[in-house]
């Protein structure tokens, strides 16, 4: 089993940026296919980036595609994403999530933090 911790998320003007951070714990943390999914008021959870085991493939969603940029730091057992040029449309709960399969897509999370919340103000 593996927990994992969100932070980094707050309050950022449109066009800004922010780093989210996910620490995990519990078991190697390479063992993981990591992911970022976001859920907005009203709306359904999504995905928004994921990352393989070794961090050699990710996938983006076509919303953050170009403006985010998912990593992770096996070493530190960290996962980030890296969100530039911000838009209210981003406005969500953002969701860390793991899975023991060897992904690139992260379609059924068996892990996920508490979440943190991202705030875009217009």
């Known amino acids: 089993q593996v927990q994992l ?8 003007q449109v066009g800004g940026s922010l780093r989210l951070s996910c620490a995990a714990s519990g078991r190697t943390f390479s063992a993981y ?3 970022w999914f976001r859920q ?21 969603s076509d919303s953050a595609k170009g403006r985010f ?11 980030y994403l890296q969100m530039n040029s911000l838009k209210p449309e981003d406005t969500a709960v953002y969701y860390c999530a793991a899975t ?22 217009s």
């Open 40 to 60: 907005a008021p009203g709306k359904e959870r999504e995905l928004v980036a994921s990352i393989s085991k070794s961090g050699a493939s990710t996938y983006y």
């Open 100 to 121: 023991r399969r060897d992904i690139t897509v992260l379609t059924t999370p068996d892990y996920w933090g508490q979440g943190t919340q991202v705030t875009v103000s």
């Open 69 to 79: 940029t998912i990593s992770r730091d096996n070493a530190k057992a960290t996962v």
């Open 5 to 12: 911790v969100e932070s980094g998320g707050g309050l950022v």
């Open 33 to 35: 296919g990591m992911g």
